[in-house]
């Protein structure tokens, strides 16, 4: 059997590194015992094929979450402005801070606590809030 250390030394490179990164990216932990032994490289090579098929996989799904939290997102601080007429979106986002009792998070993190809450692409609110300005 060939563990990842195997596997560095086979290939003369880092790719035992690189699986274990990428197993727990998939995986949510690293590989340990039975998930990090090949029976030979081919073995390792398929099923480093397999993860990134899985991480490409995970990635999209995440995409169309996150667009569709992003929508729902929207539609509340548009919901805010609409009851508290001039409010822009800035003092929206507080408000739905301060709903969530995340309004000192907000002031110490930034959005992306807000982001994180929501479940939002990182970056998503600045991007927002500069094309709306």
């Known amino acids: 059997?060939?563990?990842?250390?195997?596997?560095?030394?086979?290939?003369?490179?880092?790719?035992?590194?690189?699986?274990?990164?990428?197993?727990?990216?998939?995986?949510?932990?690293?590989?340990?015992?039975?998930?990090?032994?090949?029976?030979?490289?081919?073995?390792?090579?398929?099923?480093?094929e397999r993860l990134c098929k899985q991480l490409v996989f995970q990635m999209e799904e995440d995409k169309i979450r996150q667009e569709k939290n992003f929508r729902v997102f929207i539609g509340r601080i548009e919901s805010i402005q609409e009851l508290i007429p001039g409010t822009d979106q800035v003092h929206a986002i507080?408000?739905?801070?301060?709903?969530?009792?995340?309004?000192?998070?907000?002031?110490?993190?930034?959005?992306e606590r807000i982001e994180w809450l929501y479940d939002l692409k990182f970056g998503s609110i600045k991007k927002w809030l500069e094309e709306v300005a």
């Open 1 to 48: 059997m060939l563990n990842l250390s195997d596997i560095n030394a086979l290939t003369n490179s880092n790719d035992g590194c690189i699986f274990s990164d990428l197993f727990k990216d998939v995986n949510g932990f690293r590989p340990r015992g039975g998930f990090a032994e090949f029976n030979s490289l081919e073995e390792f090579n398929a099923e480093y």
């Open 94 to 111: 507080e408000i739905l801070a301060d709903s969530e009792d995340e309004l000192e998070e907000l002031k110490f993190y930034g959005y």
